[in-house]
């Protein structure tokens, strides 16, 4: 079967839609037999929901599946529109961390900032998607999907299909469904957190099995001198996994990566590169019908792009005191443990703690110094899902820094925020999100 459409289609059906109960489809004929329909999600072909439902991001912070989709008329290819708007209000006191997500290491010493108190507002991580899928006979399930907000950049954009992944997205070094729920965008410290340009492959085999191993575009960030330089790289990451699942919400996953990172010797005037490496466990299961636990633990060395909070600190790689021009990798650590109860099927409250660490070595950082050595991140929140299209929450965060000199110091903050879930609803006065159109060629074959 072959599906082209050509010249632009104009989504204006889909303000309509907002009453599914009232208008189920619109048909947008062409000239040639292969018209589009519009209909919501629940009257879209089996096959078509399965795969939306099937491929979407367990991340607290990314969108579901879209409400409408455009098909052909027998239900096999599907493109879904979707998003939504979050608006967060957040206010420091007793100590701040210095960005607006909430960073233990982002905490200002006071030669730095005097300031103890902090009033921001936050909508860059409203979100928008466009999702593309099907099955085909030689293809099996693919699914097209690109997403974006609005702090730079793209978010996800990738294609997949018999196993593969190919495109930027989620690092294959990453357990996505192990994440807690939160308002700040970061999360824990202790998490780890990565997008990269990859090529997976995914397999699930026996009774709740399931592995993965990828090729991964590196990212190398360092702290250099006038003796050593970072530039190029010259090897991939090489991240795998493997997860046994006893439930549809139960799963332990165990994961590593091997980096090898490039830098320059400027006193021997050549290339030189060190190993990196990383492990991690992380899991979640119901303890009971209404109490979730979620964690993590991870350890390594030259991992600081993956954990979240030593990220900020670019020591992939850094100097070795012992050896001119010569750089090392620093062992590092981090885990969080966390819970969700679920109150009612709408309103559930959940709390997580975790902690990083930076280990000297070689008499880097020098010890005492007011380098960062662990930091601690403490959350505990509450959201109301008001309706299928909103959902408010309210949060406290509590973080500690501590440097090498052993002085620690600490930020707390008060997340509100509302998420207003859009499905490509055409404007009118007063909406807070406006409709979309897209122009374009398309073809899809079998």
């Excluded at 290819?77 to 006191?93: H, S």
């Excluded at 575009?217 to 190029?232: F, H, K, L, R």
């Excluded at 990451?237 to 320059?264: C, L």
């Excluded at 499905?423 to 074959?445: H, L, M, N």
Aim: with cysteine; proline share 4%; net charge neutral.
């Amino acid at each position: 079967m072959r599906l082209f459409v050509q010249g632009a289609v104009l989504l204006l059906g889909m303000g309509f839609l907002s009453a599914p109960a009232k208008a189920q489809k619109v048909v947008i004929e062409d000239d040639v037999p292969n018209s589009i329909v519009l209909v919501s999600q629940d009257k879209a072909g089996d096959e078509i929901v399965r795969i939306m439902n099937e491929t979407q991001s367990p991340r607290f912070h990314d969108p579901k599946a879209p409400r409408f989709v455009l098909t052909d008329r027998k239900g096999r290819f599907a493109l879904g529109i979707g998003g939504y708007v979050k608006a967060t209000a957040e206010y420091d006191f007793g100590g701040i961390s210095d960005d607006v997500d909430f960073y233990p290491s982002m905490i200002p010493n006071g030669g730095q900032n005097y300031v103890r108190n902090q009033f921001q507002m936050d909508a860059t991580t409203s979100t928008i998607f466009l999702k593309l899928v099907g099955r085909t006979k030689h293809l099996g399930d693919f699914v097209v999907y690109t997403a974006g907000n609005f702090r730079g950049g793209s978010k996800v954009a990738y294609v997949s299909f018999l196993g593969f992944t190919m495109g930027y997205d989620y690092s294959t070094f990453m357990d996505l469904a192990a994440l807690p729920p939160s308002i700040d965008y970061a999360g824990p410290a202790g998490q780890v957190f990565s997008r990269a340009t990859l090529l997976r492959y995914e397999r699930a085999f026996g009774k709740g099995w399931k592995a993965g191993v990828g090729i991964e575009m590196p990212v190398v960030d360092g702290i250099t001198n006038q003796s050593v330089n970072i530039s190029n790289q010259r090897m991939p990451n090489f991240p795998a996994y493997i997860q046994y699942a006893w439930n549809k919400s139960s799963h332990i996953r165990v994961a590593g990566i091997v980096r090898n990172m490039t830098y320059e010797n400027l006193v021997a005037q050549r290339a030189e590169s060190k190993a990196g490496w990383g492990v991690f466990a992380a899991s979640t299961f119901n303890v009971t019908s209404k109490l979730n636990f979620y964690g993590q633990a991870t350890y390594g060395r030259g991992i600081s792009q993956f954990l979240n909070d030593i990220s900020n600190l670019d020591v992939d790689l850094v100097p070795d005191p012992e050896a001119k021009g010569k750089m090392q990798v620093l062992p590092m650590m981090g885990w969080y443990a966390g819970l969700q109860y679920n109150i009612t099927p709408k309103v559930f409250v959940s709390s997580t703690y975790s902690q990083t660490r930076l280990y000297s070595e070689n008499d880097y950082p020098v010890t005492p110094s007011d380098q960062y050595r662990y930091g601690q991140y403490l959350v505990a929140n509450i959201f109301w899902n008001v309706n299928a299209n909103l959902q408010v929450g309210a949060e406290y965060l509590r973080g500690w820094r501590t440097d090498f000199n052993d002085m620690t110091r600490h930020a707390n903050r008060l997340n509100v925020t509302s998420d207003n879930v859009a499905f490509c609803k055409c404007a009118t006065p007063g909406d807070s999100w406006c409709g979309i159109s897209f122009r374009g060629d398309w073809q899809i074959s079998d």
